[in-house]
């Protein structure tokens, strides 16, 4: 229960598997049980007042924070906007995408008017606040250099970084050289 005014559920609460995850997600399957997948929990609520209008939230449950990080990374936008409330999210036009502890999140809306994003907010923010705050494994990338970094490049890849299988459970970053 999320506790907010003026959501109404479309329907119970769903939880995929890793044997049913492709059910919900499909293609994108794979990458997720790459990166630990243990299960999805989703519901979409509907905005009261908003005819039409609604949010979705996922919330993808990984066997460890870094793995979160990892999928995270890897279907990470290059733009967005930082969040003050997880220090692994942005927004975007649409909606929040975070990871907090061993969980990736999505809450999505259905436009991007005021009227949707203040309850995608609100929801984010208060599904941030239920998950436990918890860093194990990902204090590596500290490692990386921080100078020319580009910020929100960090990236973990949990086998075959850049096709070499002696390469696992990498961090990656981009930089900016000059003008490259």
């Known amino acids: ?4 005014a003026g959501l109404e559920p479309f329907g119970p609460t769903e939880h995929y598997t890793p044997a049913t995850l492709f059910e919900k997600i ?9 990166f ?11 905005i009261a007042g908003q005819a039409g209008q609604y949010l979705d939230v996922f919330v993808f449950t990984m066997d460890s924070p870094i793995n979160a990080f990892g999928i995270f990374s890897m279907e990470r936008s290059g733009s ?3 969040l003050d409330f997880a220090p692994d999210g942005y ?10 502890g061993s969980a990736y999140v999505q809450v999505l809306g259905s436009d991007v008017s005021e009227a949707v994003m203040k309850p995608v907010d609100e929801v984010a923010r208060v599904v ?6 918890d860093d ?12 020319d970094q580009i910020p929100g490049s960090v990236s973990f890849v949990s086998q075959n970084a850049y096709g070499q299988a002696a390469l696992s459970k990498t961090f990656e970053a981009r930089y900016t050289v000059g003008d490259t």
Do not use: C, H, V, W
Not at 1 to 4: A, K
Not at 91 to 100: D, N
């Open 1 to 4: 229960d999320l506790g907010l």
């Open 26 to 34: 499909n293609g994108r399957a794979p990458a997720y049980l790459e």
């Open 36 to 46: 630990g997948f243990q299960e999805l929990t989703t519901r979409s609520f509907g």
């Open 80 to 82: 967005g906007a930082s």
């Open 91 to 100: 927004r975007s036009e649409m909606g929040y995408f975070f990871r907090q």
């Open 128 to 133: 941030a606040a239920q998950i436990t705050s």
């Open 136 to 147: 194990s494994g990902i204090q590596a990338r500290g490692k990386l250099p921080a100078r």
